[in-house]
């Protein structure tokens, strides 16, 4: 890469450079190596008073980091940008980034103490007049990763430091709701309707929510127990003088999604017409999500061709419930052509990388090769991948298959472009290899993975990597 860059001359600018890391999303290696590359690099002609990294491109290295849970080389990047000279400083998105990445790998305590010191890198004073906002994120992250608990904590740490509003109770609200604590959730409401704080269109859906989530729906009389409960939040939101919003509706059609009633959805998709809400992206794919899982698969590519007469562009989420439906059908043949259709037809849509995991493992395990080989090019052609579970999948696969040696070329590649396989991914080939009395295979791919974990700790000595082993 490095070489290339030289030998054709390209010059490489901030926006440049932030295409090139974002391209690396999931391949944090190669992307540290480009990082480290273009902190040495001198550009021609002379640099301008910008730097070339900027702060946009430290964040972005640091949540690809992050994201692998190097987060050693996230706090070194960070002091590094702090003693520069240049205008790289760390910001609110930075310390952001490295605190949603943190809860996400459960390190709570340690998000807290980031946050805290935010204010010891970009000053007290400018801490102080953006705590509100800097507090709102750092509960509303722990909340959607399901540490309610930890939240409440520093919640009743901070009452002193700031007035509690209808955000900060709906946050909290939505937390309890989130781990199934319909009961807790009730409890703040009450508490926030007690202090005189009103709640808004956004609490009562979080509420309804939390309320129609948490029933396993099946058909013994909890679906509609659910329902009771949930026209009754809409009467008392009425009663409060709101009136529910494509939200609301939304929500409900997710619930006669999962309980798999296609003309309940229906029905509720035309009272919303009537009633002058347009229907939103989410409202759509619900019920798009449940024509598919009831095998109305003629209704759901109507309904599709309504949303974008109706200027409602579809998503690969969208298009996905088409492809899971195909696959619990084995139908590979239709997987395929429907996704050629998707290509074809909305040029500007992108499969993500959940549509070619789930095609890839769909032709895998119905034997279709040459359909596999092909999403894998295309997947990485797109530069959306693959990630690890797209390794993953193909591993196990090819383990499966007994191609050993294909399952050993792309076992490598995975570590090499950064990636921390799972432990039965290990397990699956070596007990393969053992099986297929190919013991001089797997001394060769370990001693392989020796080298490259030497090469990995040489290559960045000066970050605190730590080396992939298991």
Not at 40 to 52: A, E, M, R, V
Not at 102 to 127: C, E, H, N, P, Q
């Amino acid at each position: 890469m490095e070489s290339s860059l030289q030998l054709y001359g390209i010059s490489l600018s901030p926006p440049l450079i932030h295409q090139t890391l974002l391209r690396l999303n999931h391949q944090s290696k190669i992307a540290l190596a480009f990082f480290k590359y273009t902190q040495f690099h001198k550009p021609s002609p002379p640099p301008s008073s910008s730097p070339l990294l900027d702060t946009a491109a430290y964040n972005i290295i640091i949540d690809i980091l992050c994201k692998v849970r190097q987060f050693d080389v996230a706090w070194q990047l960070i002091l590094q940008m702090d003693s520069q000279e240049s205008g790289s400083k760390p910001d609110f998105t930075t310390f952001f980034v490295l605190i949603r990445r943190l809860i996400s790998a459960g390190l709570t305590r340690t998000a807290v103490r980031a946050f805290y010191d935010i204010g010891i890198f970009l000053g007290t004073d400018t801490f102080e007049s953006s705590f509100s906002f800097c507090f709102s994120y750092l509960l509303d992250t722990l909340c959607k990763y399901g540490y309610v608990k930890v939240a409440v904590e520093v919640f009743n740490k901070e009452k002193y430091r700031l007035e509690a509003d209808t955000k900060l109770y709906t946050i909290l609200i939505y937390g309890w709701c989130k781990v199934g604590r319909i009961d807790m959730g009730r409890k703040f409401f009450g508490e926030m309707l007690e202090r005189g704080i009103g709640a808004n269109v956004v609490t009562y859906n979080v509420l309804l929510n939390g309320i129609c989530r948490r029933a396993s729906l099946h058909p013994d009389g909890r679906f509609e127990r659910v329902i009771r409960e949930a026209e009754e939040v809409f009467d008392e939101m009425r009663e409060r003088g709101l009136e529910p919003d494509v939200t609301s509706y939304s929500i409900l059609l997710h619930v006669y999604s999962r309980a798999h009633k296609p003309q309940l959805c229906l029905d509720k998709l035309v009272m919303m017409k009537e009633k002058g809400i347009g229907p939103s992206l989410a409202t759509y794919t619900s019920v798009v999500k449940c024509l598919c899982s009831c095998g109305r698969m003629d209704d759901a590519e109507e309904l599709l061709n309504e949303m974008v007469r109706c200027g409602v562009t579809p998503t690969a989420e969208t298009y996905n419930c088409f492809f899971k439906e195909y696959r619990g059908r084995k139908d590979a043949e239709g997987a395929m052509k429907f996704y050629k259709r998707m290509k074809e037809e909305d040029s500007l849509l992108s499969p993500d990388m959940h549509t070619y995991n789930i095609l890839l493992g769909t032709f895998l395990k119905l034997g279709k090769m040459g359909l596999a080989w092909e999403i894998w090019d295309d997947m990485n052609t797109s530069g959306v991948g693959p990630d690890l579970d797209a390794y993953t999948i193909l591993v196990h696969a090819l383990c499966e298959k007994r191609r050993w040696r294909r399952a050993c070329e792309y076992f490598v590649e995975m570590i090499e472009k950064g990636f921390l396989p799972q432990k039965i991914t290990f397990e699956t080939l070596y007990r393969g290899l053992i099986q297929a009395d190919m013991l001089r295979t797997w001394r060769r791919l370990k001693k392989k993975l020796e080298e490259e974990s030497i090469t990995f700790s040489s290559e960045f000595k000066e970050y605190h990597l730590k080396p992939y082993n298991r």
